[in-house]
């Protein structure tokens, strides 16, 4: 690292390399004694704060203007943090006790804005990185990322954070004839508020929590939502028996076996809810527990989208056949008018974009493939946090493990005097 340093400090005085260097289209090379984080959300700011605790310096590269930027810019107003707040807190800091159990979406933001400033947390903003690769030669990560005007920067570094997020791109279907729909088409990433579709024919499509949310928000406004559903789902209320559905689950996993709280879960959700199914909603085969550990699939925790599609103010549709100009033709042959489309389709790691690596992480998802609670640390320094499919709760392990297994190595080198 030492030599490293050296021969780039000598660089930045060198007048002949800077002329060079001008010329040239190649990047700017910055060395960076501690580990790279790509991205400054949630996961990036944990890590860095836990690393911070220990003393070891970190970079994070953002490709944004802000921190959490899938909250700031590409969510709902109507959006609160699905889980309660202890079960979404960062390492070392807790929310505000004043918050309310389920906080919205600024408030959470604030949140971590405030736990930015208090562990001096500041991202490299507008850095897109572009690639990411071990060089075998030297030992080293090269991280190559551009800013907005195409400026190219190299960051070398030992180790290298994945913080980029199981979000990190929408996830949009191929329909037939999407071309030839007039109206508006968009993803919920670009939904803001039902505000905007008051008194207009919307057909949101897909049931999971933001598609349901979605809905409820266009009614609220009083525009006229139909909900694809193209797959089974299990809605459970957010709340049973005075305490939050997730809460309940956890404490319940810790002595009985999870199929039977599935069955308990199921139970309680038919004496509040009823039986889905009769509303369009069929439920999977497997428990909502067995399934999310399986799949990954997350059950919906219903905030009255469920009484709404009972009264008939929500309809369920079935897939998509194909679009026409104003119109929608589904599967089962109907066809009927809509204004506009809400895609509610979920989204996508972008991870094989840019890291050139595939023993960790899947080309294919772009996932770690490790399963949990083992993915993320990968060889040579690499590491993944917030590809749990456990949300909040997962990153704060990842960044915890992460840091503490950095801050081994960073102190065996300072023994070794390499630092
Ligand atoms: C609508 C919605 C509601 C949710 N509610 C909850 C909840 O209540 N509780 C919960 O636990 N989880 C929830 N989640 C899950 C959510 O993904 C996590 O809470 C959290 O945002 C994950 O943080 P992250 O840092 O891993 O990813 P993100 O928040 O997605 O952050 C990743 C960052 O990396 C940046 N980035 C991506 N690619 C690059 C690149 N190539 N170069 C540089 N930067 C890059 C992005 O711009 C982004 O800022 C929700 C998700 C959604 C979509």
């Known amino acids: ?35 790279v984080i790509v991205g400054a959300g949630p996961s990036g700011l944990a890590t860095a704060a836990c690393l911070k605790e220990k003393g070891v310096p970190s970079v994070v590269l953002e490709r944004s203007n802000c921190i959490a930027s899938l909250w700031q810019l590409k969510t709902y107003n109507r959006l609160r943090l699905h889980l309660p707040k202890q079960f979404c807190e960062l390492p070392l800091m807790g929310f505000p006790s004043d918050f309310p159990t389920y906080p919205t979406k600024q408030q959470f933001v604030d949140y971590l804005e405030a736990y930015a400033r208090r562990f001096d ?41 994945v913080a980029t997020g199981e979000n990190a791109e929408a996830m949009v279907p191929a329909i037939e004839g999407r071309a030839e729909f007039d109206g508006d088409i968009r993803h919920t990433s670009s939904y803001k508020s039902g505000e905007e579709f008051r008194g207009k024919k919307v057909l949101v499509v897909g049931c999971g ?6 809905c409820l928000d266009l009614c609220n406004h009083n525009a006229r939502p139909s909900l694809v559903v193209r ?7 957010r709340e049973m028996l005075g305490r939050s559905t997730f809460g309940l689950s956890m404490w319940l996993l810790r002595w009985l076996p999870m199929r039977l709280v599935d069955r308990f879960l199921l139970i309680v959700s038919w004496l509040m809810l009823g039986d889905t199914a009769r509303f369009g909603l069929d439920r ?14 997350t059950p919906v925790l219903d905030v009255g989208t469920l009484a709404k599609i009972k009264s008939g103010d929500i309809k369920v549709c079935p897939s998509i ?5 104003y119109a929608v033709e589904f599967e089962n042959g109907k066809t009927e008018n809509f204004d506009a489309i809400i895609l509610a389709t979920g989204y996508k790691s972008n991870v094989p974009s840019w890291l050139k690596e595939t023993n960790m992480f899947s080309e294919k998802d772009g996932y770690p493939r490790k399963p949990f609670p083992n993915g993320w640390k990968g060889e040579c320094g690499l590491y993944a946090v ?3 499919k456990r949300g909040l709760l997962g990153t704060s392990m990842d960044a915890k493990r992460i840091a503490e297994d950095i801050e081994r190595c960073w102190k065996a080198e300072a023994k070794q005097g390499q630092r």
């Open 386 to 388: 917030g590809f749990t």
């Open 121 to 161: 947390i500041r991202p490299r903003f507008n850095e897109t990185v572009s690639q990411a690769e071990y060089d075998d030669k030297l030992k080293f990560w090269r991280v190559r990322s551009s800013d907005l005007k195409g400026k190219k920067v190299e960051y070398v570094c030992w180790w290298l954070v």
């Open 321 to 325: 056949k194909r679009l026409k100009r």
């Open 284 to 297: 999977p085969r497997l428990g909502p527990l067995e399934l999310k550990n399986l799949s990954g699939k």
């Open 231 to 237: 797959d089974t789902v299990h809605v459970l209320p």
């Open 1 to 35: 690292m030492d030599c490293l340093r050296e021969i780039e400090g000598k660089q930045a005085h060198d007048p002949m390399f800077i002329e060079k260097m001008n010329k040239s289209s190649k990047p700017r090379c910055i060395m960076v004694p501690g580990p």
């Open 209 to 214: 929590n933001s598609g349901m949310e979605v």
